[in-house]
């Protein structure tokens, strides 16, 4: 038979006529042992017709968060130790050419995750994944030239899911201060792509404007901005104790939006006092004069 011809109806039923049950049952066997796993999910599927809308079912469930965030958690710290760089026997010569597919794998989980009942923990493992791909910007942890546009990977579109469903399970309030400090941690000025030319980059949207579309009431607003200098101080701390991170310069840059989003909010009398405190701020004072 000609490679890539497949039998007609016809000659199939002609070539099987004279396979008595055995024959058939060996050759369906076969096809299910060293088949992919849609043709096995086939075939069972005929087998156990009851059971297919449980296994159906089971596919609709979001995947434990418990599992998603150990996956996740073990890819990242491979990812930092160079392992899908070089040569390491953690990682095969395979998996380290198809990081990318398995990124957006881990990625789909852990937002899909979002949806159960473990939202903490789904939580987590965005969070993971979300710092990973912003050092991806400075470091090299993969062989690409820009490791989000190769991995498809939308920090933005991910962190708007996480937040949305902060929102819904915890409640206004807890979802602002949790999602101010992570706009502090996360926020770049021009996103998350090392060239920002890409598909990926195309649909990047900046964290400052994707939490203002959350902030629908001014008290909201009010919260927001007082977390917000705490959470910069935080940033700054952490960078005068040594530990690695980006410089005020470029903190203030990467926050310009937010704060003017902040200004723009908080201009009633009633903020005056706020207003100075952000204004003070070293950090904040900077990303105004930048602006």
């Known amino acids: 038979m000609t490679p890539g011809r497949r039998f007609s109806r016809d000659e ?88 990318r597919t398995t990124f957006r794998a881990l990625a789909q989980d852990s937002i899909s995750a979002l949806s159960g009942d473990d939202v903490h923990t789904a939580v987590r493992a965005v969070r993971v994944l979300v710092d990973l791909a912003c050092e991806t910007k400075e470091y090299d942890y993969f062989r690409s030239e820009d490791p989000m546009e190769a991995a498809r990977f939308v920090v933005s579109d991910a962190v708007a899911v996480m937040w949305a469903r902060l929102r819904d399970t915890q409640g206004a309030g807890p979802m602002v201060e949790q999602a101010v400090k992570d706009l502090v941690r996360w926020e770049r000025r021009w996103g998350w792509t090392r060239r920002g ?35 910069v101080d935080a940033v700054l701390r952490r960078r005068a104790r040594g530990r690695q991170g980006r410089s005020r310069t470029e903190l203030a840059e990467d926050l310009s939006e937010w704060h003017s989003l902040l200004g723009t909010h908080l201009t009633v009398s009633q903020h005056d006092e706020l207003l100075d405190r952000l204004s003070a701020h070293p950090a904040l004072a900077e990303a105004v004069r930048n602006g």
């Open 197 to 231: 030319d890409g598909r990926v980059s195309a649909q990047e949207v900046s964290l400052a404007s994707t939490l203002a579309g959350l902030l629908v009431v001014p008290d909201l607003w009010t919260l927001a901005a007082r977390e917000h200098a705490d959470a």
């Open 12 to 99: 199939f039923h002609a070539k099987v006529a004279g396979f008595d049950r055995a024959d058939l049952v060996k050759v369906l066997w076969t096809l299910y042992w060293r088949g992919s796993a849609p043709v096995r999910e086939r075939i069972e599927d005929l087998l156990e017709p009851e059971a297919k809308k449980a296994r159906a079912s089971a596919h609709q469930q979001p995947p434990d968060a418990g599992q998603v965030l150990a996956r996740v958690t073990e890819f990242a710290a491979l990812a930092r130790s160079g392992a899908y760089l070089a040569g390491d026997r953690r990682v095969s010569r395979q998996e380290r050419t198809r990081w």
